[in-house]
């Protein structure tokens, strides 16, 4: 009786350890689903970001070559490969590349412009091997004008899961970069008849007003001349008092038209609102507390400058919230006679200054490049756990930042 006992509650035992092990099991399996699920969410959110922070760079873009460089880097971010290049269909467009030894030769070039109806007429990017390297594909271009093809090498041995990845990610790429171009081309032309709209508005309305006025003095200093021997000293004190007044009427109104020209439209700061406007946008999608101040006479800015500083501010609080996961950040702008100086401060995770600045990231390489082409200086300092703090000096004007320094110790 006790042996049946014993085979029962073994029996019993066993079955119940299958069920613990089944349970085990369906537990890892559900952490390991949660896991990927995780990581999956990470990769779009980072995706999204980079998809979100490329849109406001290359919008903000005024340079054609510039474009085009930007549409690579972030090719080379997104799809994570290491070659990326675009070869212009425009004679004002240049091709470009990526990678610091030259792959787009003239035989690679012809290679893929072989191809070039192929890739113009196809919906998808297309997959072609030029000298046994893997190449995808995509034109960039509207429904009128191609500007040109947006590629990037790929390894052999890529699985199928990623290479639909890439294909999704290089068709998402050209159709920004063909929106981007569109509104690039569209912009110059519309430069081009609002200046022209411009300068016959300011040509009619100096003709109309200033000019009229001048012609009126003009006369009557004629008209004085001719009589000045026959005409007592009051009355020609009364004309020449009646000239000044109509002098400085005429310089009012040209003062007013220039008034009109200046960047300040209907009393708005669209450079200081444009500004605002992009951290509420950020703010509201990440959550992150993002602080502003400006001081000084924002006169003293060129538009490259401004443009310049607009850019710095995303990629900087684009890098503090992609990559320093930070909550909060501060930004604050110096405007002074000579110089302007920006600084963007954050609380992020980030990084030992002797291990990662030689790898600078995109969006840190934007930021020297930029400061650099206004002939700035640009230092970043951070720490691990500490956050970062990027600040940068630009001239007002062109000039390089050494001559203003020397020009101020003068």
Not at 132 to 144: A, D, F, K, R
Request: overall charge neutral.
């Amino acid at each position: 009786m006790s042996f049946i006992l014993i085979v029962v509650a073994s029996h019993l035992l066993i079955t119940l350890l299958k069920k613990l092990k089944e349970e085990r099991n369906k537990l890892v399996q559900a952490n390991e689903d949660l896991n990927n699920a995780n990581m999956n969410l990470q990769k779009s959110i980072e995706y999204i970001m980079s998809i979100s922070h490329a849109v406001h760079n290359l919008v903000s873009q005024r340079d054609a070559g510039k474009l085009a460089k930007l549409l690579i880097e972030y090719a080379l971010k997104i799809t994570k490969t290491n070659k990326a290049f675009f070869v212009s269909l425009l004679d004002e467009l240049p091709d470009c590349e990526s990678a610091d030894e030259i792959f787009l030769t003239q035989s690679c070039k012809n290679a893929i412009l072989k191809h070039k109806d192929k890739i113009v007429n196809s919906q998808v990017p297309v997959n072609i091997k030029v000298d046994s390297i893997n190449l995808i594909l995509s034109e960039v271009g509207s429904l009128y004008q191609s500007y040109g093809i947006l590629g990037i090498v790929i390894q052999n041995n890529v699985d199928n899961v990623l290479y639909k990845d890439i294909y999704s990610q290089m068709k998402l790429l050209s159709e920004l970069g063909s929106i981007v171009f569109e509104r690039y081309m569209l912009e110059e032309t519309n430069n081009r008849l609002l200046i022209n709209d411009e300068q016959n508005r300011i040509a009619n309305e100096i003709h109309d007003t200033v000019f009229q006025r001048l012609f009126s003095i003009s006369c009557a200093i004629h008209k004085l001349m001719q009589k000045q021997n026959n005409t007592k000293t009051t009355d020609i004190q009364d004309e020449l008092a009646a000239m000044r007044e109509s002098t400085g009427n005429a310089m009012k109104e040209l003062r007013g038209i220039v008034y009109k020209l200046s960047w300040r439209k209907d009393g708005e700061n669209v450079f200081q609102n444009d500004i605002l406007r992009y951290i509420d946008e950020i703010s509201k999608l990440t959550g992150v507390k993002i602080s502003f101040s400006l001081a000084g006479e924002q006169e003293m800015l060129s538009y490259e400058v401004k443009m310049a500083i607009n850019r710095i501010i995303r990629e900087g609080t684009g890098n503090a919230i992609c990559h320093g996961k930070c909550k909060s950040i501060s930004i604050s702008i110096s405007i002074g006679d000579c110089f302007t100086t920006l600084e963007i401060k954050d609380d992020g995770k980030g990084f030992e200054m002797s291990k990662d600045i030689p790898g600078t990231g995109l969006g840190l390489r934007n930021i020297y490049s930029l400061v650099n082409s206004l002939n700035g200086e640009v230092s970043i300092t951070s720490k691990c756990e500490k956050g970062t703090l990027i600040s940068a000096i630009i001239p007002n004007n062109n000039l390089k930042f050494k001559e203003i320094k020397r020009g101020e110790a003068v």
